[in-house]
């Protein structure tokens, strides 16, 4: 029996979806963890950080992950039941300048073939993990190229990972909402 849930939540910057997130987890049942994938480069993302610590839990396990969470999938999901990642934005922010250099198209595919990896790692487990990430397609075309790859990037592992969860949630304006079971579905079109 498939006991794994896969939950994403996504939204603006400062739209409420972490708080949410934490909320959400924390009415689970069982051993929970946080993955934290935030690197910090300076004093505002270490206040950022600091906020987010002192609302979680103190019986919560917190990983921290900025890279290369494939490896970290054994030892978190033997110790978890629920699992809350904050945020794909951040890690993945972390996977392209990783792979600075990179051909676009390879950037794109190796993170989607990661995400997919640590997906299943999750449903295997029958752990439950909530994703946060940001919804970064509603602004203008950014001017720099590696932003407009970024944008594309997120983008990619959102509808990705909205397409293999369970649920999905949008917050706006720190009201969340349900989305996926309202989506509407169009008949295939065959040319």
Not at 9 to 17: I, L, Q, Y
Not at 41 to 50: G, I, K, P, T
Not at 160 to 179: K, M, N
Request: net charge negative; aromatic share 8%.
């Amino acid at each position: 029996m498939d006991t794994s849930k896969i939950i994403l939540v996504t939204g603006g910057a400062r739209s409420g979806k972490s708080a949410f997130a934490e909320r959400y987890a924390a009415a689970l049942p069982g051993r929970h963890a946080y993955v934290a994938t935030a690197c910090i480069f300076d004093e505002e993302m270490a206040q950022r950080v600091a906020i987010h610590r002192q609302r979680r839990p103190a019986s919560w396990q917190t990983w921290e992950i900025p890279k290369n969470l494939p490896a970290s999938m054994v030892p978190l999901c033997q110790t978890s039941d629920v699992v809350l990642v904050d945020c794909l934005t951040l890690y993945f922010s972390n996977y392209l300048f990783a792979h600075d250099g990179e051909d676009d198209e390879a950037i794109i595919d190796g993170a989607l073939a990661e995400l997919t990896a640590v997906m299943a790692a999750f449903r295997r487990a029958g752990v439950t993990v909530i994703f946060v990430t940001n919804e970064l397609g509603c602004g203008i075309v950014p001017m720099e190229h590696v932003s407009r790859l970024y944008r594309d990037l997120i983008g990619k592992i959102n509808q990705a990972a909205a397409a293999e969860a369970d649920e999905v949630y949008v917050s706006v304006c720190g009201i969340t909402t349900e989305i996926k079971h309202q989506a509407v579905c169009l008949p295939e079109v065959k040319l």
